[in-house]
């Protein structure tokens, strides 16, 4: 969802004005009088938002709020929160809301590791009302790269047949983490030996384009 978001930002903001995001729901300090549409072809594939009208719910800052809805302002003073952790220095990996220092890693290079220290914080209902946790914690992140895993598997590897089941083992349904800009964190489904990154295209900027271009 966040992904198709980004892709349509500015206009969606040029509509309704700034929002922030929080699963399915979008919260705005405006009132969409109106339903609203946009179209996405997203890496091929025809994609609609659609906001409807009639989904929105007025939510007032009072009394009544404080004492009552605990779900919504739960999932406000999240959004708060993580907002607040966004305009920071430190950088959001994966799709939980767990921020990290990636500027001053802890280097373990005998080991292959990097060790990024963070946080996360939420917001819950206990007897004592709303409570804000905040904890710290660690990402840990191998230097090792994908590339050379598999050059490492495929010396050691007797056949082909051998090679491709042990990248399998190795990679599929694992997560990965970009290391450039955000440090992006990726889950792999599966992995395909009949194609190259040179051979598959998507859609970008309405252009289809390899894989290899893209990260070029």
Request: proline share 3%.
């Amino acid at each position: 969802m966040m992904k198709l978001l980004r892709m349509k930002w500015k206009a969606i903001e040029s509509t309704i004005g700034p929002f922030v995001p929080s699963g399915k729901t979008i919260m705005t300090l405006n009132e969409i009088t109106e339903s609203v549409t946009w179209k996405i072809n997203a890496r091929g594939d025809n994609v609609e938002i659609k906001i409807p009208h009639e989904s929105g719910k007025a939510i007032y800052l009072n009394d009544e709020f404080v004492n009552k809805d605990n779900d919504v302002k739960q999932m406000i003073f999240n959004c708060i929160i993580n907002q607040a952790f966004r305009e920071t220095t430190l950088k959001q990996i994966g799709r939980s809301p767990r921020f990290f220092d990636i500027s001053a890693p802890i280097d373990l290079s005998r080991q292959n590791l990097l060790i990024m220290p963070g946080f996360k914080a939420s917001a819950f209902q206990t007897s004592m009302g709303c409570t804000l946790a905040l904890d710290s914690i660690f990402k840990f992140m191998c230097t090792t790269t994908c590339l050379e895993k598999i050059k490492e598997m495929k010396d050691r590897s007797h056949s082909d047949h051998q090679f491709e089941q042990m990248v399998k083992l190795e990679f599929t349904r694992k997560s990965v983490i970009g290391n450039w800009g955000n440090k992006r964190t990726y889950i792999v489904h599966d992995v395909d030996f009949e194609k190259s990154v040179s051979s598959v295209k998507f859609t970008y900027n309405n252009v289809e384009v390899t894989i290899a271009d893209y990260f070029k």
